[in-house]
């Protein structure tokens, strides 16, 4: 089954618009961490944040915002007035309590347009 | 600068010949990983190891073996038993899970051409 599902393929927005990227995953565990990574077109994967089960609180990191709410499994991803350089795949991930692996949603591909 | 590094960045093969993609980091990390992806699929484990000397099969394993003989170095061999072994591959470590499950860190990856 699937854990983490990104169900949003491709975007594409103009810039300074704001972009929502959404994750929502499926676990068991009641301890899990999930996480968001940036794949500019350059290949490497980047880290971006960590966040486990017991933390709800949402994150402001600049531009970056995310919010997550166990209420619906989401850890859901915004950019705040986007720039040609946020143009990159966004992965979602789980690791659940072991953290022997990390499930990947299957990215989804954001375009900003000058 | 700490890090992870892939050699080559670019790979090209012909069918049925054997092919090591080297991965090594310099992070002092215990835990390796190495990823598989394809347009569309997202990242599929394949190996992964904890310590020096022990590695697991990951999700797509078949076709591939991996050595873990010093921490520092994950080399992934992609054997003549893949079906498909043409693909982007990237190596990420981790501190180890079993103290903290932290986020892993990836390196530039090696794109693979088999024809």
Redesign the interface.
Same mark, same amino acid.
């Given at each position: 089954a699937q854990k983490v599902t990104q169900a949003q393929?491709e975007i594409s927005v103009v810039e300074k618009e704001d972009v929502t990227l959404d994750c929502v995953y499926e676990t068991r565990d009641t301890t899990y961490?999930l $996480?968001w990574?940036k794949q500019p077109p350059? /290949?490497?994967?980047?880290?971006l944040i960590?966040r486990?089960s017991f933390d709800e609180q949402n994150e402001i990191s600049g531009r970056y915002s995310w919010n997550f709410q166990k209420s619906t499994s989401s850890f859901n991803f915004t950019i705040t007035a986007s720039q040609v350089v946020d143009s990159a795949v966004y $992965?979602c991930a789980l690791?659940e309590?072991? /953290?022997?692996?990390?499930y990947?949603?299957?990215?989804t591909s954001l375009t900003v347009i000058p | 600068d700490g890090g992870i590094t892939q050699s080559p960045k670019y790979l090209f093969r012909k069918e049925g010949q054997n092919v090591t993609l080297s991965c090594e980091q310099n992070l002092n990390h215990d835990a390796m990983y190495w990823y598989r992806q394809d347009p569309g699929q997202g990242l599929r484990l394949i190996y992964y190891s904890q310590i020096v000397n022990d590695f697991q099969k990951g999700d797509i394993a078949e076709g591939y073996s991996v050595s873990r003989e010093k921490k520092e170095s994950f080399p992934l061999t992609v054997t003549s038993a893949q079906k498909n072994p043409t693909a982007f591959y990237l190596c990420a470590s981790s501190m180890s899970p079993w103290e903290r499950v932290s986020e892993q860190y990836f390196g530039p990856g090696t794109r693979l051409t088999v024809t």
């Open positions: 393929t961490y $996480f990574y350059s /290949g490497e994967l980047v880290f960590r486990n $992965f690791s309590a072991r /953290g022997n692996q990390f990947f949603g299957t990215g | -």
